[in-house]
């Protein structure tokens, strides 16, 4: 989901800039002067959007952070707490990675 907005603010910044500001400031270039601020925000929202998927990727198909999200509300006790099934899925994690440590 994060990565196609990633891809749709892209392609918002990519046809404004080549299109839709040439033709604009063809016509009148106030017009294409007004439309500067929210070129601007395109520009802050894909930087945003690029950083949020870096420090949150998928690994397998899998985004970590929002099964640790899932996890967390789901488990029985109080939101926030470390439960039952953070612990399940923290010991087979480490299982998986001791498995390709040693190879096999």
């Not at 299109?19 to 520009?43: E, G, K, R, T």
Request: charged share 15%; proline share 4%; hydrophobic share 50%.
């Amino acid at each position: 989901c994060l990565r196609t907005g990633l891809v749709v603010n892209l392609l918002l910044l990519t046809s404004l800039a080549l299109a839709v500001l040439p033709l604009f400031h063809s016509i009148d270039p106030l017009a294409a002067y007004a439309q500067l601020p929210y070129l601007a925000w395109l520009v802050y929202a894909t930087v945003l959007n690029r950083e949020i998927c870096r420090l949150n990727p998928m690994v397998g198909g899998v985004n970590e952070a929002m099964v640790q999200a899932d996890l967390c509300a789901g488990g029985g006790g109080e939101a926030g707490e470390y439960n039952e099934a953070m612990l399940e899925y923290d010991l087979k994690k480490l299982q998986k990675a001791a498995a390709r440590y040693a190879g096999l």
